[in-house]
């Protein structure tokens, strides 16, 4: 699959620094030192519905990840999938009564769309679900040889006791496991089940859905957990260094693909750390397409709001806080927009070589972006009040906030 286009990041002057991140499975920081190629991978949409302003949150946390890379003047290797065949997204198709590749593909499109105007940079790899497949295949296989897999009247499960270091990513005890797993697309109930949160590996065709030749497995596809763990592994390999998605992702789904990775490969750990994003809510409830209480980006662009401002918006909450979409929240962006566009129009200003080190300290720590906010208010404040003589800093001061936040001024 082709991803979007990228935009332009400008090189700044000095050194950038190396990110200390909240990592789920140490339950605190860690200082990440990747070498000359920092390994990313991303879950991406499941293309049922458009993007929302939680879909948006949660990218934008890991734009700015790469973001503080790029700045240190590594290359970063960014992965994402799209979940293009799915139980949700089949049922969406059904309801609708459209077919579920097109509904697959016209949100996918939509999502590139979204993704090119918020200039969040583009994965290297963009990889479906369907396509693939024919690695799946060999993966559950090999999982089902080793002893950690096994079949369910044609379906085949993981067995989360083969992995000596299940339940290290999210650390949650059984009971909690249990619940999570029953809301987030598992069977604990299913009877016949060695373990109850043992997830799907391969699922056997059923009638009037779609399936593909799985070889030894019977026709069928895949699970969801594996389907991350093939494209990670085949793009990146084991060990990459940060493995991303919202909070809401951290049990069973990331639990469960490093334990996959983890019995495959007999190498641990399958990323250095997991980097989960709040949840966003609107009218008090998290933002879901089950639900329905969504706010879109496309929404918005088409009603004339710039996308600079929708990124200042989510940059004015810290990406591990669980927030509250508004439009208060997004009419303040809109003016924080408005000041620091003046401010950077004028042909100079007070010098901005301490604001750039600013911006860099806050988002190293843990991506504090309410702190580089605060910062570029500061230096904006000051040129309304009293301005200043140096005729590089606006345009220096224009550059970092492309460079480090993704807002074009
Ligand atoms: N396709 C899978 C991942 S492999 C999936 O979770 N798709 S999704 O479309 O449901 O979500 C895409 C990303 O947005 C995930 O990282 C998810 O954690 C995140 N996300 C979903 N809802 C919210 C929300 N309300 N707030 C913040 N992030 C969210
Ligand atoms: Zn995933």
Known sequence: MHAWPASEVPALPGQGRDLRIHDTASGGRVTLRPGPVARLYVCGITPYDATHMGHAATYNAFDLVQRVWLDTKRQVHYVQNVTD???????????????????????????????????????????????????????????????????????????????????????????????????????????????????????????????????????????????????????????????GGGSDLAFPHHEMGASHAQVLTGEFPMAKAYVHAGMVALDGEKMSKSKGNLVFVSQLRRDGVDPAAIRLALHAHHYRSDWEWTDQGLQEAVARLGRWRSAVSRPDGPAADALIEEIREALADDLDTPAALAAVDRWVALQQERGGTDTGAPGLVSRAVDALLGVAL
């Open 85 to 243: 065949v799915d139980d949700p997204l089949l049922e969406r198709a059904q309801r609708d009564g459209v077919d579920w590749v097109k509904l697959a593909e016209q949100e996918t499109a939509l999502f590139r769309e979204d993704m090119t105007a918020l200039r969040m940079l583009p994965p290297k790899h963009y990889t479906g679900a369907v396509e693939a497949i024919p690695g799946i295949v060999p993966l559950v296989e090999r999982l089902r040889d080793l002893g950690a897999a096994y079949e369910l009247e044609g379906d085949i499960y993981f067995s989360v006791e083969s992995d000596p270091h299940f339940g290290q990513v999210s650390r949650l005890d059984a009971t909690a496991m249990r619940l999570l797993s029953a809301e987030r697309g598992g069977d604990p109930d299913r009877p016949g089940k060695k373990n109850p949160l043992d997830p799907l590996l391969w699922l056997a065709a059923r009638d009037g859905e779609p399936s593909w030749d799985g070889g030894s497995l019977g026709r069928g596809r895949p699970g969801w957990h594996i389907e991350c763990v093939a494209i990670a592994l085949d793009h990146l390999g084991m060990g990459f260094d940060v493995q």
